[in-house]
């Protein structure tokens, strides 16, 4: 009666400490003892089962708005409890699947699914991330000795790949770096900057100790609100993601997205001067957010295509990315599975007699660029799901309002035809990521929040970062991080995947992280 004007403990208070199922089931069953048949006592059951579901749903549905996380985490372990998920109160749980047995497969199927919603729910409360990550064994989280050259270095190149987007030579210089040259190069911007480093902030095993001059090439993604570039030209050779080879030996063919590699190329051929025009004891650094991450990781593959890997291997101290989308495949028989484990080694790397290592990606989980160009991709099936007239997307399932918005945005695009053709011919393939890859954490219970209550659009603070094969991170993402088509159709998913893709992203959040993680080893 109250609705959402109670307290926390009111609403809990609401769930009986004895099961209301059995005296819910003597009064619906008072209701038909006329006609005591097997059917009335299905329907009777199955009645109690929609009232418990109703209610649930509204206890849920408002959590998101009522309680803090905090007091969500309460009622998970209240609800684990109540549902006999611990074991002092397993009579409970099997009396209640006999009298959905009894009811039939639709009431038993969501009875099942109740159960197994709340042990999720509780199993993350108590465990973390631990029990999600179980049937992926590359996962593990970065230890001590690891953290300055994969976390705190890892969030200073980030600050630099956002840098590239807005008022660039304050913020490259509030980085100690010094601009030496920016310009766009076909349609992407870039930049190259100078700073001192350490090199034994970037390899465990470098011996030497003074300070190290680095020049650094920062990628920008696409960026729709940069009026000096064709953004429609440059969407269309985005897009244009037929795999092409680079490499080719009897151990391995090596593919890469055909539009990014003419991009590359003409890249490479600006950026060589600034390479030749370095001090013998330079070193260098690529990093890029979105696309930028992807051309990065090509540039330096070319370079050792061109210049062979030993130069690469003396010269780039690393290539940092963040929510940078794949763009290679290969047919090669490394990185196979071994006694059943996974080599957390990666095969596209190593066929150019790259180290794993030379290669750092950042993924915010929810970002679902990082999902682009590969099976796991939610974007590109729209394309095929539209209407007669060519630009009504999501034409199929129930209504949504991001459909007429993207028709009306549809309409306008002279270009639209154009694009849609090519897409629907080249944008689905099956690519996989580079390198190591780490994953940007939240904090379980807002996991929980977002994935069981309701969308929370705005970028959570970094709880832990985690460590992922490049073989694993696709697969992972799409169990533990589901962004499927029909999700990401909706406005609030849509709204969340734009904001958890863009540059800020992969700034502030991360970068917190990074300063606790130094203060703790200055304490130490």
Not at 56 to 78: C, D, H, K, V, W
Not at 91 to 114: C, Q, V
Not at 266 to 291: A, M, R, W
Request: charged fraction near 25%; charge should be negative.
């Amino acid at each position: 009666k109250k609705g959402l004007n109670v307290t926390f403990e009111e609403m809990v208070n609401m769930v009986p400490e004895k099961s209301f199922l059995s005296e819910a089931l003597v009064e619906n069953n008072d209701r038909y003892e006329t006609s005591p048949s097997s059917n009335n006592a299905a329907l009777a059951t199955e009645k109690i089962l929609q009232d418990a579901i109703q209610r649930l749903e509204f206890l849920i549905n408002g959590t998101s708005y009522a309680f803090s996380p905090s007091a969500f985490q309460s009622l998970i372990l209240r609800a684990s409890n109540t549902l006999a998920i611990q074991e002092a109160s397993g009579n409970l749980t099997a009396a209640a699947y006999d009298i959905f047995s009894r009811a039939g497969k639709a009431p038993r199927a969501t009875a099942e699914y109740t159960v197994e919603l709340v042990e999720f729910a509780n199993s993350v409360l108590v465990g973390g991330y631990d029990p999600l990550f179980d049937g992926y064994p590359s996962v593990r989280s970065v230890p001590p000795e690891e953290s300055r050259r994969k976390i705190v270095k890892g969030a200073e190149f980030s600050s630099l790949s956002g840098a590239i987007y807005e008022d660039a030579i304050a913020n490259t210089h509030n980085l100690g770096h010094s601009i030496v040259a920016e310009g766009k190069t076909a349609d992407i911007g870039w930049m190259v900057t100078d700073s001192v480093q350490y090199e034994r902030d970037f390899w465990a095993d470098s011996e030497r100790k003074e300070p190290t001059l680095v020049r650094t090439f920062v990628i920008r993604g696409y960026d729709a609100s940069d009026e000096e570039v064709d953004r429609e030209r440059l969407l269309n050779v985005i897009c244009t993601a037929s795999p092409v080879p680079i490499y080719k030996s009897e151990q391995a063919l090596v593919q890469v997205h055909e539009g990014m590699l003419s991009i590359a190329r003409e890249l490479l051929q600006e950026l060589e001067k600034y390479i030749d025009l370095t001090s013998p004891s330079h070193k260098l650094v690529f990093t890029g957010h979105s696309i930028g991450g992807s051309l990065a990781i090509l540039l330096t593959i070319l370079l050792a295509n061109d210049r062979g890997a030993r130069f690469v291997r003396d010269n780039v101290l690393r290539v940092f990315t963040y929510g940078c989308p794949p763009i290679f495949e290969i047919e090669s028989t490394s990185n196979a599975k071994r006694n059943g484990y996974v080599d957390d080694s990666c095969s596209i790397l190593d066929a150019f007699d790259l180290p794993t290592d030379l290669v750092y990606g950042y993924c915010q989980p929810w970002d679902p660029i990082v999902r682009f160009y590969s099976k796991y991709d939610p974007l590109y099936p729209l394309i095929d799901d539209l209407g007669e007239d060519g630009i009504t997307l999501f034409d199929s399932g129930p209504s949504r309002t991001l459909r007429p918005i993207m028709k009306t945005i549809l309409e306008s695009w002279e270009g639209w035809p154009g694009y849609r053709d090519n897409a629907r011919a080249k944008l689905g393939q099956d690519y996989r990521g580079v390198g190591e890859h780490f994953l940007l954490l939240p904090e379980p219970i807002r996991y929980l929040t977002d994935r069981l209550v309701a969308v929370n659009t705005a970028v959570p603070t970094t709880d832990a970062v985690v460590q992922i094969s490049s073989e694993e991170l696709l697969p992972a993402l799409n169990e533990v991080f589901t962004l499927d088509t029909f999700r990401i159709s909706y406005v609030s998913v849509a709204i969340r995947s734009f904001v958890h893709h863009f540059f800020p992203a992969y700034g502030s959040p991360f970068v917190d992280y990074a300063d606790k993680i130094r203060e703790e080893e200055e304490k130490v």
